[in-house]
């Protein structure tokens, strides 16, 4: 079973504890985290992550001066066989209960899907709530609006034209095409997330958005992601 590679930024590392505590209590297929962050941070990840309750899940780290940890990840993935697929999520994320099954299952539906995203009010795409509400919202409500969510959905997905950066599910035929496309490319790069998703839509697959899962994240776009589709 792949891991979740869980990216640490280091404007992130405040709340590391909190997203790697929800991922290691709420998982229920993945059996291990791979923290990756920057040798620079090395010391400050190893010791928030000694605060951690692992609850039976088995937790690695991977220190890299690379700045994209999505490249990283899905090359470890491949290599690793990448035969069911990914978790990626980035610190300041938290997961509702069995949030990683129902990724995984919802990519099942489709060979022809590459990645799933849960709902999430960082990026529009994306929101179930409005800039008003979203302020109100803290990450202890996640489990109630992930239960609201699940409750209200039709266990169903759409078609989207990218991923949520912050928490997506990349299926063994995503992994597969970006790794054999990543040198032909040239995704090694600042904007290898934006290539990654144009590949998806060039080779036929699919960007999905699923119905049943709500997430929250500290974390706010910046721009319309769309803008590097055209």
């Not at 941070?41 to 000694?50: F, L, Q």
């Amino acid at each position: 079973m792949s891991p979740i590679y869980l990216s640490v930024e280091s404007q992130a590392l405040f709340c590391l504890r909190d997203t790697l505590d929800s991922l290691l209590k709420n998982s229920t297929s993945a059996k291990s985290v791979v923290v990756i962050g920057a040798p620079t941070d090395e010391s400050d990840i190893r010791r928030i992550v000694g605060y951690v309750n692992f609850h039976g899940i088995t937790v690695e780290f991977i220190f890299s001066e690379t700045s994209d940890h999505l490249l990283l990840a899905l090359g470890l993935a491949a290599e690793s066989g990448g035969m069911t697929g990914s978790w990626f999520v980035k610190s300041g994320v938290t997961v509702p209960y069995a949030w990683d099954a129902r990724l995984q299952r919802i990519a099942q539906h489709n060979p022809k899907i590459a990645t799933v995203s849960p709902l999430c009010d960082s990026f529009a795409m994306f929101s179930m709530l409005g800039e008003e509400e979203r302020a109100k919202v803290a990450p202890s409500d996640t489990q109630h609006l992930d239960s609201l969510i699940f409750s209200l959905s039709l266990r169903t997905y759409i078609e989207v034209p990218c991923y949520l950066a912050d928490c997506f599910y990349i299926s063994s035929a995503g992994i597969k095409l970006a790794t054999a496309k990543a040198s032909k490319e040239n995704l090694d790069n600042p904007d290898s997330c934006w290539r990654f998703e144009r590949l998806v839509s060039a080779y036929g697959y699919l960007n999905v958005l699923g119905d049943c899962l709500y997430v929250y994240s500290v974390h706010k776009a910046e721009d319309d992601r769309t803008k590097y589709l055209l």
